[in-house]
């Protein structure tokens, strides 16, 4: 080991940037032994500006996760995607299978951002944003420490014999762990059934839902199996983002750096030494930046996909330079550019492109949600069904379907568009109520006079309008006639 750390000093020193021959970090993962046991990580507690900045945006974020299922625009749910009931939500909006064009182009637009910030900002993402690391870095670990201690306390605690010390202390952390589980199960659901249905099935008991509470167990216990041993390895194993990493990442892109032209070449600290003059860089080899990663690299060694950009290094870093009084920023955001060439950071042609690509798609999508319209209409001719006559007059039976997906009540009526002279007969009431968010089936008979129809099957337009006379939508369909020959 003590060989490779010495070309790779060397490598460095001969100004090979961070290409290092002896790459035995890039052939096996951070957190597994050589036997492919699992190494486990014992992060120090991080502190520092950064980690501050971090915490200010967790509580931003929780606070969002567990006050939205609570929040109603218009009488609805802010957010709630229930697939098995096909109810989707998105800002008290109503979205519907007939709209899935327009959340699927979204999804589109959200990958074509989460590209884009990438190229931009790395994966920047993974550590200030993503859920995994919110749930397990400022609830799950902060439990830890205050539970078991730091870094040192844990790892002697690790090793030490289950006496009395060791079972309370794990039975304590462990049972904490599967309350915050089970309420983040719960929070979960309230974005796919609704709170009200949540807090039903908590009162009706798990006898009367007992599908219901077996899958919130099975969901409690792959939440406390990930937040209390998966762990870091769902970032580095699992999580398909940090492969798309790889792809995305260039030397323009701003990521978590160790400065190697400045640290190089690291030797331990000696108190009034003049370091430049001994030919050795500002990095004292104090390792605190490794001992503090939460997925057990060493940011040293240049990029890594396991690196989630958490910043827990550039604090460590940061103050350990002001206790030996060099300057902070020995790793910092930058660009490998930046750090290798001295070349400041620039939006590139590849980073225009996506931004471009980006803003068409949000129009485009702005445009398709201004013009989703209020009501969607249908009118099919039942299998099987054909015209009649009847004084004069050729009679089709339509079957219509309306679905109302404003946030307001409509009271409708049926008209012909074109052709025209032709007479709706619906029944008693010609005007149908339809509440908000309702779908009402029915059927209508449409007429016209002989002479109107001059085709066997003759395209026609009906309107459905609201009663200020406002067109809601319109249904191309055809009406059938008795078959003629045209001279």
Same mark, same amino acid.
């Given at each position: 080991m003590a060989e490779e750390q010495q070309i790779h000093r060397e490598g460095l020193k001969g100004g090979q940037g961070q290409v290092i021959e002896a790459e035995t970090f890039r052939d096996s993962v951070g957190t597994m032994e050589q036997t492919g046991k699992r190494k486990w990580v014992f992060p120090r507690k991080p502190s520092g500006k950064y980690t501050n900045y971090r915490t200010l945006v967790a509580i931003v974020l929780l606070a969002v996760f567990f006050i939205l299922p609570f929040v109603k625009i218009n009488g609805n749910p802010f957010l709630m995607i229930n697939i098995l009931d096909r109810q989707f939500y998105i800002l008290g909006q109503p979205f519907y299978p007939?709209?899935?064009?327009?959340?699927?182009?979204?999804?589109?637009?959200?990958?074509?951002?989460?590209?884009?910030?990438?190229? $931009? +900002?790395?994966?920047?993402?993974? =550590?200030?944003?993503?859920?995994? *690391?919110? @749930? &397990?870095? /400022? #609830?799950?670990?902060?439990?830890?420490?205050?539970?078991?201690?730091?870094?040192?306390?844990?790892?002697?605690?690790?090793?030490?014999?289950?006496?009395?010390?060791?079972?309370?202390?794990?039975?304590?952390?462990?049972?904490?762990?599967?309350?915050?589980?089970?309420?983040?199960?719960?929070?979960?659901?309230?974005?796919?059934?609704?709170?009200?249905? $949540? +807090?039903k099935i908590m009162k009706? =008991?798990?006898?009367?839902?007992? *599908?219901? @509470? &077996?899958? /919130? #167990?099975?969901?409690?216990?792959?939440?406390?199996?990930?937040?209390?041993?998966?762990?870091?390895?769902?970032c580095t194993l699992v999580c398909p983002y940090g492969r798309l990493q790889g792809v995305l990442i260039d030397k323009q892109t701003i990521n978590v750096y160790y400065d190697f032209k400045r640290g190089e070449n690291r030797a331990k600290w000696r108190k009034g030494e003049d370091?430049?003059?001994?030919?050795?860089?500002?990095?004292?080899?104090?390792?605190?930046?490794?001992?503090?990663?939460?997925?057990?690299?060493?940011?040293?060694?240049?990029?890594?996909?396991?690196?989630?950009?958490?910043?827990?290094?550039?604090?460590?870093?940061?103050?350990?330079?002001?206790k030996v009084g060099l300057p902070k920023g020995l790793i910092r955001y930058a660009t490998e550019d930046e750090i290798e060439k001295e070349v400041p950071f620039k939006f590139t042609s590849r980073m225009k492109a996506y931004t471009g690509v980006l803003l068409l798609l949000v129009g485009f999508l702005g445009f398709l949600l201004s013009n989703r319209g209020s009501m969607e209409a249908k009118f099919i001719k039942p299998a099987g069904s054909t015209f009649f006559v009847r004084d004069g007059k050729i009679i089709n039976n339509y079957n219509y379907t309306f679905l109302n997906k404003s946030n307001k009540d409509h009271i409708v009526t049926i008209k012909i568009i074109e052709p025209q002279h032709g007479t709706i007969t619906m029944g008693e009431d010609e005007k149908i109520l339809m509440k908000k968010d309702q779908m009402i089936k029915g059927n209508v008979n449409i007429s016209f006079?002989?002479?109107?129809?001059?085709?066997?099957?003759?395209?026609i337009k009906i309107g459905v309008y609201d009663q200020d006379g406002k067109l809601l939508d319109s249904f191309d369909t055809y009406f059938e006639g008795p078959f003629k020959i045209q001279f």
């Open positions: 007939q709209d899935f064009f327009i959340l699927a182009l979204g999804a589109i637009t959200s990958i074509v951002f989460i590209i884009l910030f990438t190229v $931009v +900002f790395g994966r920047i993402f993974c =550590g200030w944003i993503c859920p995994q *690391t919110i @749930f &397990l870095e /400022m #609830i799950f670990r902060k439990i830890e420490y205050a539970i078991e201690g730091d870094r040192n306390k844990q790892m002697k605690l690790d090793r030490q014999e289950w006496n009395a010390e060791k079972i309370w202390k794990r039975s304590l952390k462990w049972g904490i762990y599967i309350i915050i589980s089970l309420i983040i199960t719960h929070w979960m659901f309230m974005y796919i059934v609704g709170y009200q249905e $949540v +807090f009706e =008991g798990p006898f009367v839902n007992f *599908t219901n @509470f &077996l899958v /919130m #167990i099975l969901f409690t216990a792959a939440f406390y199996f990930t937040f209390a041993w998966f762990r870091e390895q769902v370091r430049k003059a001994a030919g050795k860089g500002d990095c004292i080899d104090c390792n605190q930046c490794v001992v503090v990663c939460p997925t057990g690299i060493d940011i040293r060694d240049g990029q890594q996909l396991e690196c989630v950009n958490c910043t827990a290094c550039i604090d460590a870093c940061d103050e350990v330079m002001v006079p002989e002479k109107e129809i001059k085709l066997s099957k003759q395209n």
